[in-house]
């Protein structure tokens, strides 16, 4: 039985409990009210074209919802998903916002840059952990 739930573990994308992405020297200055801006900023993340963000009803519903993400996940595997889902999903539309791997036709001045600084990661992450 193990095997199996192992196996459809890993067929369906699902992170456990010890993968994912550790915490950032930045998590020690993260801010709540940053994470909340950045979240909601259609321009810089798009974070609420596609989800529907804690503390505000409208939001889109190409992802799942966020409410409630923080009890759902570990912070690990909620970091990895922001970070970079192609590593639990190659065929996931999200984008990867703390990683430059991979990536195609990227315009020069933007090469080698994540979307995410390593701080508004933690913004985001402090945030949606603390926040039902």
Do not use: W
Not at 122 to 129: A, S
């Amino acid at each position: 039985m193990r095997m199996f739930l192992l196996f459809l573990c890993m067929f369906c994308g699902v992170a456990f409990a010890n993968e994912g992405m550790p915490a950032t020297k930045s998590a020690a200055t993260a801010n709540i009210e940053r994470g909340r801006k950045l979240l909601l900023n259609r321009q810089d993340t798009g974070c609420i074209l596609c989800h529907v963000v804690p503390g505000f009803k409208d939001g889109g519903d190409m992802g799942p919802s966020l409410i409630g993400v923080g009890q759902r996940m570990t912070p690990e595997a909620l970091r990895q998903r922001i970070a970079d889902p192609r590593v639990l999903n190659p065929e996931t539309f999200m984008p990867a916002y703390f990683s430059t791997k991979g990536l195609q036709n990227v315009a020069k001045p933007l090469k080698g840059k994540t979307v995410l600084s390593e701080q508004a990661l933690e913004d985001i992450m402090v945030y949606l952990l603390n926040t039902p």
